[in-house]
T-cell receptor
Framework: KAGVTQTPRYLIKTRGQQVTLSCSPI?????VSWYQQTPGQGLQFLFEYFSETQRNKGNFPGRFSGRQFSNSRSEMNVSTLELGDSALYLC?????????????FGPGTRLLVL | AQTVTQSQPEMSVQEAETVTLSCTYD???????LFWYKQPPSRQMILVIR??????QNATENRFSVNFQKAAKSFSLKISDSQLGDAAMYFC??????????????FGKGTKLSVKP
């Protein structure tokens, strides 16, 4: 079974631009979560989607948004990029909402904002 | 607020030896899950081992085992017979159930493990 895939793997943007990242979960998985990883702040939770609905949200500004499609694929969008948004963005999928289920991570999208 | 602390930013172990990575967490919840994830350089994060808080028995996965001390809120990872492929960042993580949501993972800052041949 294929793992979690994320596209693109690398991105370079300039301040003020917007960016959209994509995540395809493991087949059959319906829950998708997003995390931001930076050297300074570590791994921080962005949001979680299940059945096209946002179920949980981390403490990030409104410039960060996401959505999930009927096939469970998810996208996250960052508008008006800032230098501090440079990070590795990780997507994780799991079967559903039961908390005993493990989250499986994708390889991440590395975003550099210049 | 829930927090996870990994007090060892870096550790080193000789190949074939045993190493223990420390993790403590702070929570007022009684039902939660604990995880150790491994992130090799430039590679994706993978689950090493997980522990349900309601289980008293410590989890084991081959060469990896945990020492879960619920009262002390401690969750250390022991790697036996260390191999070169064990070199990676290791993250301790915690998750509770928010009801209607799986609950997000709260991660520690990580411990960078080096394995010497």
């Amino acid at each position: 079974k294929a793992g979690v895939t994320q596209t693109p793997r690398y991105l370079i943007k300039t301040r003020g631009q917007q960016v959209t990242l994509s995540c395809s979960p493991i087949s059959g998985h319906r829950s998708v979560s997003w995390y931001q990883q930076t050297p300074g702040q570590g791994l921080q939770f962005l949001f979680e989607y299940f059945s096209e609905t946002q179920r949980n949200k981390g403490n990030f500004p409104g410039r960060f948004s996401g959505r999930q499609f009927s096939n469970s694929r998810s996208e996250m969008n960052v508008s008006t990029l800032e230098l501090g948004d440079s990070a590795l963005y990780l997507c994780a999928s799991s079967l559903g909402l039961r908390n005993r289920e493990t989250q499986y991570f994708g390889p991440g999208t590395r975003l550099l904002v210049l | 607020a829930q927090t996870v602390t990994q007090s060892q930013p870096e550790m080193s172990v000789q190949e074939a030896e045993t190493v223990t990575l420390s993790c403590t967490y702070d929570t007022s919840e009684s039902d939660y899950y604990l995880f150790w994830y491994k992130q090799p350089p430039s590679r994706q994060m993978i689950l090493v081992i997980r522990q349900e808080a309601y289980k008293q028995q410590n989890a084991t996965e081959n060469r990896f085992s945990v020492n879960f001390q619920k009262a002390a809120k401690s969750f250390s990872l022991k790697i036996s017979d260390s191999q070169l492929g064990d070199a990676a960042m290791y993250f301790c993580a915690y998750r509770i159930d928010f009801g209607g949501s799986q609950g997000n993972l709260i991660f520690g800052k990580g411990t960078k493990l080096s394995v010497k041949p």
